[in-house]
């Protein structure tokens, strides 16, 4: 039956229409048993359709999905090896924290005794040892997160889905939720699929992220595959901050581009699309990879670094990832770099001119318009 | 002092603004039945003579066929009550959960359309299309089903018929506004958990629903108990509706005390019902009443 044991859930030439606007289009890929496995994208992009047909409750148009090694096809969603933690949890409010938790035990003819024992040890497991007697309204944001969790942990699903549950929390809250959640699923091992368009969510939890964009993935990866190696100028863009460089290629050296913007301020970036002298091209540079200097020695780059010119436009003070938004002083192009650590440029001001310059290896340019799916 | 003053005039204007519903309650609820009250433990001694006593609630226990027709009255209104929630049931959920906007709306104008005829008209409709010459008993013969009309009037099945109709928007109103308010994931996590359509209904929804299914059924209990019109119309001399006794006796009799006696058991009868609906349902009853 199981022919690929590895793989908890393998999904293949999904397709989903509504009306003339394809949700989902034609997607394949698989989840590694035991991962976690986020789905990343903006509002709209799809995910939500896609965890919907993986959970049963909208069928394909075409294509198949695979839980566990057997086809969903035909199958309802009270009888797939599934279970959904909802975006705003949706506990049973008639119902006790402990029945909340049996409710799927009891629906599979569990004895009410065993029921209650195995729901008191999830309880137990997730950290709410003695509530099963609370009504779901006395538990904070925090702890009805986990009943939802431990609600579908008790059926042992050999997936777990996950649609954005820390939407509704606080950020504080979300910020601890976020850790429990990855220990949990450590704890456990089961298999979670989590859809999420918060790119801090997904980097933080995933062993894989997908990031989808209209109805396709971009790039499926580690957090860190997509944070170093972009695959698209999409990822580029949505995931982590990124100044974004538009113009035409001017020049090529070696791996690297020249890209000058409209305007005429050229960026050298490490090319990742075949680029031809003229191309349409888009360039990404992260904030933190860009250094500061008052002068070029204090830059401390290779002789040969284009060093570009700026005028500090604002101060984006936010402690650890506090940055300082320039504009090149001749284009007026703007560009954010990341402040250092050492507080070296805690004294500056706006309207102050400096110096700024990155290696062209640790950006990255694209063709412009190019998809990669 | 101002403080005084303007806290006066606040309660002088919250019992004036009191005051039409207060005369009404007082004037025409309270003073009545308070009237009706003392007429029914008056016992007639001799021509305008009258003592205190418990006679006319005697006559009631001792005569059967009172206490036939106030159980049968009872029994009657609470199979009516339980079809018109069956029947609601469904017509809420469409239009609560399985309808949108335009259309929500449409099939609430649907529900709503009859009652802008009077309840009078809307009965005799009922017998146009019953009685033994009527539409339907005509339709069947012209079918081949029957080989003469039938009368289709006066049974009790007619009567049920005619109560069902009638109070079937007061079911539906206050169902469809606890099924609203019913959140769409719930089912949704009740079916992905393992459910049924008859589980999730039971664990579920029902419950979710349980004030509105309580309000509902309280005052279409109540409506039935109390309807004079739809059962004698549709009941004939034979409906043997307790209210129609009532009637009687203070109309055809004269016997106003006997009268009175039996609006007083009505009245006993309508509160033990409710009270028993409360506590079966595990309500209170201020939840159930904002929700009608």
């Known amino acids: 039956m199981a022919e690929t044991p590895d793989q908890d859930l393998e999904a293949k030439a999904l397709l989903k229409r509504f009306g003339s606007h394809t949700a989902v289009d034609s997607l394949s890929f698989s989840v590694r048993r035991g991962s976690f496995f986020s789905i990343l994208g903006p509002s709209g992009c799809g995910k939500t359709t896609l965890l919907r047909m993986i959970a049963g409750f909208i069928e394909p148009d075409s294509g198949d999905i695979d839980i566990g090694g057997r086809s969903m096809r035909g199958v309802p969603p009270n009888r797939r090896p599934v279970n959904m933690v909802f975006q705003q949890l949706a506990l049973f409010p008639m119902m006790s924290v402990g029945e909340n938790v049996s409710y799927g035990l009891a629906r599979r003819g569990v004895p009410r005794t065993e029921r209650e024992r195995k729901a008191e040890a999830m309880l137990e497991r997730v950290g709410l040892p003695g509530s099963a007697r609370k009504r779901v309204d006395e538990l904070s944001g925090g702890q009805r997160q986990r009943v939802a969790i431990a609600r579908s942990l008790v059926l042992e699903p050999t997936l777990l889905l996950l649609d954005e549950p820390l939407g509704a929390l606080d950020l ?34 995933s062993d894989q992220v997908a990031v989808m964009n209209n109805g396709r993935f971009e790039q499926v990866g580690t957090p ?123 004294d500056l001001k706006v309207g102050e001119t400096v110096m700024f310059s990155f290696a062209p290896e640790r950006a990255v340019c694209f063709a412009a318009g190019a998809r990669h799916g | 002092m101002t403080e005084a003053r303007t806290r006066s005039s606040h309660y002088l204007l919250l019992w004036l603004l009191l005051a039409p519903a207060l005369l009404w309650l007082f004037g025409l609820i309270v003073l009545p039945h308070l009237d009706l009250a003392l007429l029914s433990f008056r016992e007639r001694t001799g021509p305008g003579e009258y003592v205190f006593g418990l006679e006319q609630y005697r006559t009631f226990f001792a005569e059967p066929l009172y206490w036939d027709v106030f159980v049968r009255t009872a029994v009657v209104s609470l199979v009516a009550t339980a079809l018109t929630l069956l029947l ?39 017998m146009i299309l019953l009685r033994e010459t009527g539409v339907l008993p005509g339709l069947l013969v012209t079918l081949g089903l029957t080989d003469a009309p039938v009368e289709m009037l006066y049974h009790d099945a007619t009567i049920l018929v005619g109560l069902v109709y009638t109070s079937l928007l007061f079911m539906v109103v206050p169902l469809y506004g606890s099924l609203e308010s019913l959140d769409d ?54 409906s043997l509706w307790f209210t129609e006794q009532i009637y009687t006796q ?36 201020a939840d159930v009443m904002s929700r009608t």
Not at chain 2, 92 to 108: N, P, Y
Request: aromatic content about 10%; some cysteine; charged content about 15%.
């Open chain 2, 185 to 238: 994931s719930l089912i949704e996590a009740a079916y992905d958990l393992g459910g049924n359509g008859w589980t999730v209904l039971r664990t579920v929804v029902i419950p979710h629903a349980l004030p509105g299914i309580t309000a509902g059924c309280i005052v279409v209990f109540m409506l039935t108990l109390g309807n004079y019109l739809t059962a004698s119309l549709l009941g004939g001399k034979n």
């Open chain 1, 224 to 346: 860190q595959e997509l944070y170093y190696s972009p695959a698209t100028p999409f990822v580029a863009g949505f995931v982590g901050a990124n100044n974004r460089i538009d113009g035409r290629v001017s020049a090529l050296h070696g791996e690297s581009a020249d890209v000058t913007t409209a305007e005429g301020w050229t960026v050298r970036a490490q090319r990742h699309d075949a680029l031809a002298a003229g191309d349409a091209a888009t360039a990404f540079v992260r904030p933190e990879v860009a250094v500061l200097g008052r002068s070029v020695e204090e830059l401390a780059m290779p002789a040969e670094s284009a060093v570009h010119q700026g005028v500090v436009e604002s101060l984006l003070f936010d402690g650890a990832n506090s940055a300082v938004l320039l504009r090149e002083s001749r284009t007026r192009a703007e560009f954010r770099v990341a402040l250092p650590q050492t507080g070296r440029f805690a």
């Open chain 2, 250 to 285: 203070f109309i055809t009799r004269f016997n106003w005390e006997q009268g009175a006696a039996f609006g007083f058991l009505l009245l006993a009868l309508s509160s033990v019902m409710v009270w028993i609906g409360l506590r079966l349902s595990g309500q209170r009853f």
């Open chain 1, 172 to 205: 504080k809250l979300r910020e601890r939720m976020k850790i429990e959640l990855k220990q949990l699923q450590a704890a456990f091992g089961t298999t979670f699929v989590y859809i999420t368009h918060d790119q801090s969510e997904a980097l933080v939890l």
């Open chain 2, 88 to 126: 609601a049931f469904p017509i809420a959920w469409t239009i609560a959960k399985l309808t949108r906007g335009r259309l929500s709306a449409l099939l609430f104008a649907v529900c709503l359309i009859p009652f802008w005829v009077s309840e009078t008209v809307r009965t005799l409709g009922w």
